[in-house]
């Protein structure tokens, strides 16, 4: 696959982009919150945009104002195939915000066990520690989590 240019950006993205008040020729740009164009899009669920601003070589780790970056959207709308996507674009998967909380220590306290078997595939450090000290296993709100994490540590 070629490399693209910003402008070769799609129509549909570009009006995508403008719509939300991203500029198009800065696709890092931090809006609302700090949100960049590929939270927002992931927080959407745009599977299209996501992908094309992927492929443009957005900054895929940048954070927000509460240090989350992409996936934390992609876990928290469970959009499996934008989880994927990110993560196969080398998103950082044990990235901790301003609280140190981790996607797999909410999607463990939020009882989300579908997220936490997909997260798992990807190799989390199980052992980071929140602010207060807590481990992802610490948070797991359903008895499924528990055994995932328990498992996965084993």
């Not at 009006?15 to 931090?30: A, F, I, S, V």
Request: charged fraction near 25%; glycine fraction near 6%.
């Amino acid at each position: 696959m070629k490399d693209k240019s910003k402008l070769d950006l799609s129509a549909t993205s570009r009006e995508w982009l403008l719509q939300k008040g991203y500029n198009p020729e800065d696709l890092n740009q931090p809006g609302e919150n700090g949100d960049t164009a590929l939270m927002r899009a992931t927080r959407e669920g745009i599977h299209d945009v996501v992908q094309e601003l992927i492929d443009l070589g957005v900054d895929i780790n940048a954070r927000n104002n509460d240090n989350n970056n992409a996936l934390w959207f992609a876990c928290f709308g469970n959009h499996y195939d934008l989880i994927h996507l990110l993560l196969a674009a080398k998103i950082d998967i044990n990235n901790q915000n301003d609280n140190g909380a981790t996607v797999l220590m909410y999607a463990a306290s939020a009882g989300k066990t579908e997220v936490v078997k997909l997260l798992l595939q990807y190799h989390p450090n199980l052992y980071l520690k929140n602010l207060d000290d807590y481990q992802a296993i610490d948070f797991a709100s359903n008895v499924e989590v528990l055994r995932l994490l328990k498992n996965a540590t084993k």
